[in-house]
């Protein structure tokens, strides 16, 4: 079965960087779609950004677009996401997720989840 595990979160000051890992594990990486999606306190879960099994495109919240950055590295299953410019907003568990093809899409359910790391970003 799919394993996900994520990694990177940590505290930083408002307009500061982080880069959130996800390794993923027990299938072939290069079929999945991954996408990164994040829940802050007393609030729903939100997409964040996602990046086709292929590597051909890529999509972003509004509320991160030109600050985050999805990628994937295929050699070594992993799916990373570079924040930058963040914003004590981006307070939250970040969630890695997979599914086998797919498009990507903001709306795509997912199959497959990790625990989430946790991301908290001061003023």
């Known amino acids: 079965q799919v394993q996900l595990v994520e990694s990177g979160g940590g505290l930083v000051q408002a307009g500061g960087s982080l880069r959130l890992s996800c390794a993923f594990s027990g299938r072939t990486f290069r079929s999945y779609t991954m996408g990164w999606f994040r829940q802050a306190p007393g609030k729903e879960r939100e997409f964040v950004a996602s990046?086709?099994?292929?590597?051909?495109?890529?999509y972003y919240a509004d509320s991160v677009k030109g600050r985050f950055t999805i990628s994937r590295d295929n050699a070594k299953n992993t799916v990373y996401l570079q924040m930058n410019s963040l914003k004590p907003e981006d307070t939250a568990v970040y969630y890695c997720a997979s599914n086998l093809g797919g498009l990507g899409l903001p709306s795509d359910e997912y199959k497959y989840w990790g625990q989430g790391t946790q991301v908290t970003v001061s003023s």
């Open positions: 990046i086709r099994w292929s590597g051909g495109s890529t």
